[in-house]
């Protein structure tokens, strides 16, 4: 055996003992999530029991026992109160719902990604014996398939046992339409539609055709600039035909006309000059037809026809925060969206050069804290400078924009707490309401920064987000727009 043998054979060696320990510690992580989850199904369970003695009939307030444990678990682990919500629930559900699946994820024989398609596939199927059978036959797969395949497996199996018709089943899912938002790397967002399939797939034929048709057009004027270039060429024509057009320079179109120089001239360019031509892929054509028709358009259905404008009347509307320097293109950074995700120069200049009233914000220059919010118009007020100074919901893990949250006193009004800036603070309406209707506390420490107790004594701050930093000025005079 030579030594190039010897070596191939180690190495394969070696990958087999690779293959072993990450069985191995996949199997712990496996039995690791099944003891998180099995702590998530009793801090669910806890909140039944308060739940149960809560004497309102409100559903909010009958709820406010589980917003607060998933609040008070999210901060501890850094995940938003509302992800935590859903994932006690779902732990409970497997817990409780699939003891056969539970079992495996504590044996390392499934991850608790096949322990989640099983459980979402099953829960459609309510009698016991029909759920235990369907988890008995899915984990024989589960066991020796990847997550997708098992998904597609379950799903099938669950079909069959699933005793509701077709039409139950589409009623039931079909609220769960929804839309929302995700943004992305590099100044890019998704935006979600989940509705029903027909609709969804009809809306995409159609965009579909709309692009394809865009092309096709792209694609008949590059052949007619083509075979104008040729027959130019061909026939020496130099001139501006004066059948076509009145221009000078070289005829590039078909049409008829007598041209200065040899041969016929067609509707003239210009000098130098060439026609645009669509380089959009069919996606992005797409994707520009599917936000031009939302932005600009009008549902079919306005229950408000009752009312000036309808649905048609009302606008997009978006809140943008761009430093001055990037506004006059010194710099080419730190626009923001909403105060959460960055956009591109480019689009926050042209949508500042839109915009009827600006707000400048005056930070510290060391620390960046805000300290004054004032306005090109004269209207100043707190809801700006709380808005500027928060940017978001400041419950943390909440991104709700803070243009949509309340102004909320962090020590009651009601108590004695005073109006000003440093008691007051935004908190979406979830956030607001737990506050009042459980025992969390917020205390307002200087800066901005809020510290959040929580029942269980838990203690966590919440910081105003880093602004770009603007030196402050006495200038009391109102300042034309800087564009």
């Known amino acids: 055996m030579d030594a190039d043998e010897k070596r191939r054979r180690a190495e394969d060696k070696r990958a087999g003992v690779f293959a072993d320990e990450l069985a191995k510690l996949r199997r712990r992580r496996a039995a690791l999530e099944a003891k998180e989850t099995r702590l998530l199904a009793e801090a669910y369970a806890l909140t039944l029991e308060q739940r149960s003695r809560v004497g309102s009939a409100s559903s909010r307030e009958r709820d406010m026992p589980l917003r607060s444990m998933a609040l008070e678990l999210g901060m501890a682990v850094r995940v938003n109160d509302r992800s935590m919500q859903t994932q006690m629930h779902d732990a409970h559900e497997l817990v409780h719902g699939f003891p056969q699946t539970m079992a495996a994820l504590s044996e390392g024989r499934v991850s608790r990604a096949h322990a989640q398609v099983i459980q979402d596939a099953g829960r459609v199927i309510d009698d016991p014996v029909d759920r235990a059978s369907f988890e008995r036959i899915v984990l024989v797969e589960a066991e020796r398939q990847t997550v997708p395949r098992t998904k597609k497996y379950a799903i099938q199996r669950a079909a069959v046992l ?4 077709i039409q139950e089943r589409h009623d039931t899912a079909i609220r769960e339409r929804r839309v929302w938002v995700t943004d992305l790397d590099d100044t890019l967002s998704a935006l979600t539609i989940v509705g029903g399939n027909v609709y969804i797939h009809g809306a995409y034929h159609r965009l579909t055709g709309q692009g394809t048709t865009v092309k096709d057009v792209d694609r008949a004027r590059r052949r007619a600039y083509a075979a104008g270039q040729g027959t130019a060429q061909k026939t020496g024509g130099t001139g501006g035909g004066d059948g076509g057009g009145n221009g000078t320079g070289n005829s590039t179109g078909t049409g008829t006309g007598t041209g200065t120089g040899g041969g016929d001239g067609g509707p003239s360019l210009g000098e130098g000059s060439e026609p645009w031509f669509d380089d959009r892929t069919l996606d992005e054509i797409r994707c520009d037809l599917a936000l031009d028709m939302l ?14 404008g309808g649905l048609g009347a009302i606008r997009a509307e978006v809140q943008i925060t761009i430093p001055i320097t990037t506004l006059t293109g010194v710099t080419n950074s730190g626009a923001e969206l909403n105060g959460v995700t960055p956009v591109d120069p480019d689009t926050a200049r042209r949508m500042a050069g839109t915009a009827k009233i600006w707000e400048r914000v005056m930070t510290d220059p060391v620390t960046g804290v805000v300290t004054a919010v004032d306005r090109y118009q004269l209207h100043p007020s707190q809801t700006r400078f709380l808005n500027a100074r928060d940017v978001t919901c400041r419950t943390p893990g909440c991104r709700r924009p803070a243009k949509l949250c309340h102004i909320d006193h962090s020590k009651d009004f009601a108590l004695g707490g005073p109006s000003c800036n440093d008691n007051l603070c935004n908190e979406c309406a ?11 506390h917020v205390e307002q420490l200087p800066g901005g920064v809020l510290k959040f107790t929580s029942p269980g004594g838990k203690i966590y701050d919440s910081h105003p987000p880093s ?9 009391s005079e109102y300042a034309v727009a800087p564009f």
Do not use: M
């Open 162 to 165: 699933d005793p509701r018709p």
């Open 295 to 308: 932005l600009a358009g009008s549902p079919v259905i306005d229950p408000t026809d009752g009312r000036a």
């Open 430 to 440: 979830r956030h607001h309401t737990l506050k009042h209707a459980t025992n969390w």
């Open 467 to 475: 602004r770009v930093a603007f030196v402050p000025t006495d200038d």
